[in-house]
Structures are given as structure tokens and as C-alpha cells.
């Protein structure tokens, strides 16, 4: 009997956003959903117009699984986890001890299969940062959203996440921006 995707259901319980009040709840399975559909956007855009040489499928499938260690550690929010260099290190360490525990809940025959999902190699690099990429569009979009509701608990977060978007000075993260993210400050009808 295997426990992986018993304890994958669970990625909807995990909240994000803890330290911040939040108009609409966001958990890390419907955050893992929307990250995959941005990261795979972004492969195709890169690919498609900058001369990149991605696999769309590859990054797709890593943003899918970029929050399973959360289902054992939680989520920490930003401002602890990267609040100096050794919490952050010591996160890391702790993200991959919580994704050798999911490894270890599957039959042996699948292992090797999830674990270069779990654990990245240096050839993912690339896909990995458009993974890291998509991540942050996605903490972006839910401070649209939240300030959209009146919620200026998220000012300060989405001026820094968008100078955080400018300074990783990628064209097909620039691209995202000037086309699908004007979108997200509209209302339904607005879009119809």
C-alpha cells in the first residue's frame, strides 16, 4: 500500500498567504494547478519567440508537483524563509528531507520516475527556473486579485513581486506580463 497520493489530496488543505489576510483563500493544490498552466505558457512563449529549446511538458509537470514537500512541512511564508541565508538553507534542507519521505511512500518500480520530479537535475535547470518564474506570476495575480477585492494588505507585496518579476529580465516573463496579466484587473464583464 502506498501513502504518495493519499498525502498529495491533502495539498488542498495547506493554506497559503498565512500571515496575510486574505479576501479569497488560496491552498497550494489550486496554486500548483494555475502555476503548471503559467510555467507551460512560458516554455511555449520562450520557445516560440526567444529561440528557446525547453520542453513545455517538462516544465509543466515540475510546476505540478514545485509545492508537494508543503503536504509535510506546511507552507512558510516568504518573509521567514528567505529571511536570512541560513533559514533559508535550513528550509531547503528541510524541503528535500519532506520530498525523500514522499519518495519513500511509493512502490520501489515508480521511484526512479518521481524523483527526477522531486529532485530536479542540472538539466532542469532552465525548466526549473521557469517554474520559479510561473511561482511568482502566480504570487502577482493573487495580489491583482486581492487588491481588486479592497484588500490593501497585498500593496506592498505586489509592488515588490512585480520589481521582483523586472529584475529576473526575461523576455518571456515580460511577454506574460504585457499580455494576459492586464486581463486579471478586469471584471467578468469586462472580459466578456
Avoid at 121 to 146: P, S
Wanted: contains cysteine; charged residues 30%.
Amino acid at each position: 500500500m502506498s501513502h504518495f497520493f493519499a498525502y498529495l489530496a491533502r495539498m488542498k488543505f495547506i493554506q497559503r498567504w498565512g500571515l496575510m489576510r486574505n479576501v479569497r483563500q488560496e491552498n497550494i493544490q489550486e496554486h500548483s494547478l494555475q502555476t503548471a498552466m503559467i510555467a507551460h505558457n512560458l516554455a511555449i512563449v520562450k520557445n516560440k519567440f526567444y529561440g528557446g529549446k525547453v520542453d513545455p511538458q517538462r516544465v509543466m509537470l515540475l510546476a505540478v508537483y514545485h509545492e508537494a514537500s508543503e503536504v509535510i512541512t506546511g507552507d512558510l511564508a516568504t518573509p521567514i524563509k528567505y529571511f536570512n541565508p541560513e533559514i533559508k538553507k535550513a528550509y531547503k534542507d528541510i524541503e528535500k528531507v519532506a520530498n525523500r519521505r514522499l519518495l519513500s511512500m511509493l512502490p520501489e518500480k515508480l521511484k526512479p520516475d518521481y524523483e527526477t520530479i522531486l529532485f530536479p537535475n542540472i538539466e532542469d535547470e532552465e525548466h526549473w527556473y521557469l517554474v520559479k518564474a510561473a511561482d511568482k506570476i502566480c504570487a502577482y495575480l493573487k495580489c491583482i486579485e486581492e487588491l481588486k477585492a479592497g484588500n490593501l494588505e497585498f500593496s506592498k507585496a505586489a509592488k515588490s513581486i512585480s520589481n521582483d518579476l523586472e529584475d529576473m529580465n526575461r523576455p518571456e516573463i515580460k511577454y506574460f506580463i504585457d499580455n494576459f496579466e492586464p486581463s486579471f484587473h478586469l471584471t467578468l464583464d469586462e472580459l466578456n
